[in-house]
């Protein structure tokens, strides 16, 4: 499949999702929710918890499939990908953070950052990793494995891991929500000032009304949908 065909423009959506709803058992999370990013826009999701906003993430960041409606990328239902052809767009276009960071803890912080090029099949990813780790401010600890790193340290590694492929967008799920105050205004400011550097759209999905003052949108999930 060729990816750059709907490349999307300013009058097209980058992310969408039409009438997405999704049930675990018998619990209905999301409710025919409808939503569009707009390239270079950053969108922040808010809601209580439990409401819903790790599950439309990840139907979002297709990691998971809508049981009906639509999530498009540049145009293109998610479903319409097979598994390696979904897992190459994800791994081109997508970066993730999560909130419990999800660093593999039997590799290194360097490790952790070149593991994405590598799953892409890049010779070479270490010049691009370290740059991202010296711009994390994480160079001094590129050889330390995670449980040697703080919450916030960590954060930082997934954040140059989520980044190392240049992906177009970036997700984030609660990102600061472990960490205290003031490791999570650091943490945040990065985020953004990554977000800038590297030109991303970004929906970042919080309950810290701070973080989402900083979005240029903010949706609020309510009863499985947006109102
Ligand atoms: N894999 C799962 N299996 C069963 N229930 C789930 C699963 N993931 C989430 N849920 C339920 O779906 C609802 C929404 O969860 P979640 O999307 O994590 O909300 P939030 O991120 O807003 O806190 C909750 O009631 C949660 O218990
Ligand atoms: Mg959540």
Known sequence: MYFGALASTAASPILSAEKVSKSYGVTQVLQGVDMSVRTGESVAILGQSGSGKTTLLSLLAGLEHPDAG????????????????????????????????????????????????EILGEKKPGARADALLERVGLAPRAQHYPHQLSGGEQQRVAIARALVAKPRLLFADEPTGNLDEATAAEVEGLIFSLIAEEGLTAVIVTHNRELAARCARILTLHLGRFG
């Not at 639509?70 to 999560?98: C, K, S, W, Y």
């Open 70 to 117: 639509t999530v498009r990328f540049d145009g293109q239902g998610l479903r319409g990908f097979g598994i390696d052809e979904l897992a190459r767009l994800r791994g081109r276009n997508m970066g993730v953070i999560f909130q419990e960071y999800h660093l593999v803890p039997s590799l290194t912080a360097r490790e952790n950052v070149c593991l994405p090029l």
